[in-house]
């Protein structure tokens, strides 16, 4: 099986199954299949001729400067670049061939009286994140032409469910139920949330599963990317899920002090530097009422790489696939930007937990972080 799950085809999305994209996803399949045993080979070699005593940080970096001149890794780096590009080709043409039916599909959501967007003409993007396309993506996530542009939005979402081979399932949700049932309910069972702020929301992926655990709540998504935030409003009128959506920066919202109950993020932190993230930290608590929880959900592999292979893997990923930020900071570095921004050390915590969908396949692994604290 190629597709861990079938893609949901709401409205907003291209319906044609394009059988190029099963075709893509195989050769990107098989490409992974190799190229982490070619990594883990190359460096059990190199490790051999190092001791246990040896810097662990010195032996890494000397390691990654001999890898980085080997041809056939060097060839694998080239291979990473071209599937990548590739898929945002294939996404293209699936949203070309659809193009009059999404238009009049997002036209047709703009008479739904459910949730809002608030934009901003004059929005005064952050430096750090017009400095690259992440993750290669034509134009970037910022792109947007026109008031009625969401195009950006739509290619994110189809994007993403093409690049995972739908391992965050059908609606590219499996983050927000992740923090959902192995964060809130298992660590915070007492919480029932009244206001709830997701940062950095991009299209809404996991923002609408707190619309369906907490229905009584107002569940906000914000975001830098207008197209994007277009596309999450009409994306969430399909799926029937009201949702509040609005361009703010989460380092300085326009939100007023103690306004929410719930701030989360959903790997927003490895996209936006070390600085950055300290600040989105002094805003969540801000933000939070007395009592009010922040969880900002990443992925170990970018935070915490277990092993060499995974932090070359990572660290790799800055160049060849445009991320620029994935290394600006160290675990440890969390807890300091928690105690700058209000919160008490003994509130701080750290739980490592399986990711949802991966859980219910049966799977145990731990590859999720969860960065909590509670405002006192």
Sequence with gaps: MVFLYSQTKHSLIPQADSEENLV?????????????????????????????????????????????????????????????????????????????????????????????VELNSDFDYPRHQ??????????????DDNN??????????????????????????????????????????????QKILDMGCSVGHSTLPYVSKYPNAEVW????????????????????????FAQQNAEKTKFADNSFDLVVSHILLHEIPCGARKKVFAESFRLLKKGGIMIHLESQL??????????????????????PYLGSSKLEDFEKYSLSAGFDLADFQIYRVPAY????????????????????
């Design 302 to 323: 970018f935070l915490s790489p277990p092993n060499m292979v995974a932090r070359y893997f990572r660290d790799t990923e800055v160049w060849v696939n445009s991320e």
């Design 24 to 116: 893509l996803a195989q050769e990107t399949k098989e490409f992974r299949n190799q190229f982490f045993p070619l990594l883990h080979n190359k460096i059990t070699e190199m490790s051999a001729a190092y001791s246990e005593s040896d810097d662990s940080e010195i032996v890494y970096r000397d390691i990654r400067r001999q890898l980085d001149k080997i041809p056939e890794v060097q060839a694998a780096h080239q291979r990473r670049r071209i599937l990548q590009d590739r898929l945002w080709k294939r996404v293209a043409i699936d949203l070309k061939s659809d193009r009059a039916r999404l238009i009049k599909e997002w036209e047709s959501s703009q008479n739904i009286n459910q949730g809002n």
């Design 148 to 193: 009625s542009d969401f195009w950006t939005g739509a290619t994110y979402d189809h994007g993403v469910f093409l690049y995972g081979m739908g391992w965050f399932g059908g609606l590219n949700d499996e983050l927000g139920h992740t923090l959902i049932n192995n964060v809130l309910l298992k660590y915070y069972p007492e919480l029932t949330p």
């Design 221 to 244: 998504g914000i975001d830098l990317g207008a197209s994007l935030l277009r596309y999450a409003s009409a994306r969430a009128k399909a799926l029937n899920k009201k949702v509040y």
């Design 130 to 143: 017009l400095k690259a396309d992440i993750h290669r993506m034509p134009g970037g996530y910022l792109q």
């Design 357 to 376: 969908y991966a859980q219910q396949r049966g799977e145990k692994k731990a590859g999720w972080m969860a960065l909590c604290a509670t405002k006192r």
